[in-house]
């Protein structure tokens, strides 16, 4: 039996067509920065960032996709655009991202204005 090779990443197989092997994907140099930056932190954000690169690489797209006028009707594309479909996965692993919104923010505490308040450095903070 042949040895398969080594596993590729968790972070490729979820993510976009990377190029090499599929022209016209996301550039592998980029993916694996985006990769190695932040999926240990948080794999579904890093996989989230990676669809969104890849989206913003894609072709443009027409602003107008479909236009009627009483008599006849045009459209444009089809309904599942490839812009589109990579947005919605990336919005996906961001819905699955950790909520930083619980995060306390600190507030540094504040001298009061006293002679020389604007050289902060030599002003002793103030206990309320």
Known sequence: MSDPGPAAPLWELWGPPL??????????????????????????????????????MLPTEPAVTAVTTGVQSVRYDSPGTAFGQAMARAQWHR??????????????RVPRRVPGWWRWWEVEPVES
Not at 25 to 52: S, V
């Open 19 to 56: 190029d090499p092997p599929t022209a016209g994907g996301l550039p592998r140099d980029l993916a694996e920065q985006i990769a190695a930056e932040y999926f240990d932190c948080d794999n579904h954000l890093a996989l989230a960032m990676l669809w969104e690169a890849y989206a913003a």
């Open 95 to 108: 819905s699955l991202a950790g909520n930083f919104s619980t995060v306390p923010l600190h507030v540094p």
